[in-house]
């Protein structure tokens, strides 16, 4: 069993920088792939960004290609998401989640764990 906690969110203004963290436990973690997702009101949960096991590959949405940079640090079990260029429409759930595939990495039903979730809201 994999446990994920999520720390980072807040408010921020359009322009501004948010770092998002996520812990996790259990020793696999350097096995998993790692992805975040995000989910604004009345809307379905969204793919992000996503890293291999090793941190030698990463994969991003259109949406926030060259304005967020997903990154892990397997030594402390935690993978991180930093976001700037901060728009409005960023505003959701943010949640990272643990894959044991990099096979359709941005498919949410591919992740076998989530976390919580962490709120990010980005003000005009």
């Known amino acids: 069993q994999v446990q994920l906690v999520e720390s980072g969110g807040g408010l921020v203004q359009a322009g501004g920088s948010l770092r998002l963290s996520c812990t996790t436990s259990?020793?696999?973690?350097?096995?998993?792939?790692m992805g975040w997702f995000r989910q604004a009101p009345g809307k379905e949960r969204d793919f992000a960004a996503a890293i291999s096991w090793s941190g030698s590959n990463t994969y991003y949405a259109d949406s926030v290609k060259g304005r967020f940079t997903v990154s892990r640090d397997n030594a402390k079990n935690t993978v991180y998401l930093q976001m700037n260029s901060l728009k409005p429409e960023d505003t959701a759930v943010y949640y990272c989640a643990a894959s044991r595939t990099w096979y359709q990495r941005d498919q949410a039903n591919k992740y076998n764990y989530w976390g919580q979730g962490t709120q990010v809201t980005v003000s005009s």
């Open positions: 259990g020793s696999t973690f350097s096995s998993y792939t």
